[in-house]
């Protein structure tokens, strides 16, 4: 059974930074891509960003290029997302998960297995 568990979320200054984590079992997760979504209260879960198998092919939405950077470490089966400068229209809920195939690919449609989400908010 394949589980993503997220940890670092909390309650952060505008400007300021936070650092995701996401814990995979359950799958070979080195032949997999993975991807951080992310859901605001009263809107839809959105793209946020993704990474290929290796870790070397990596997405992200237009609203974060340039202050998230997502990683992978295959050997502790873990992905990560570095947060910096982050604003109050970051404020949500993220959501770890994995697809069936090694692409980084920004459909939600395209994973098959999700995280519990952690919170991430964000003062001005």
């Known amino acids: 059974q394949v589980q993503l568990v997220e940890s670092g979320g909390g309650l952060v200054q505008a400007g300021g930074s936070l650092r995701l984590s996401c814990a995979a079992s359950g799958r070979t997760f080195s032949s997999y891509a993975m991807g951080w979504f992310r859901q605001a209260p009263g809107k839809e879960r959105e793209f946020v960003a993704a990474i290929n198998w290796s870790g070397r092919s990596t997405q992200y939405a237009d609203s974060v290029k340039g202050r998230f950077t997502i990683s992978r470490d295959n050997a502790k089966n873990m992905v990560a997302l570095q947060m910096n400068s982050l604003k109050p229209e970051d404020t949500a809920v993220y959501y770890c998960?994995?697809?069936?195939?090694?692409?980084?690919?920004?459909?939600?449609?395209?994973?098959?297995?999700w995280g519990q989400g952690t919170q991430v908010t964000v003062s001005s």
């Open positions: 998960a994995t697809a069936p195939h090694g692409r980084a690919t920004q459909a939600a449609a395209t994973y098959d297995y």
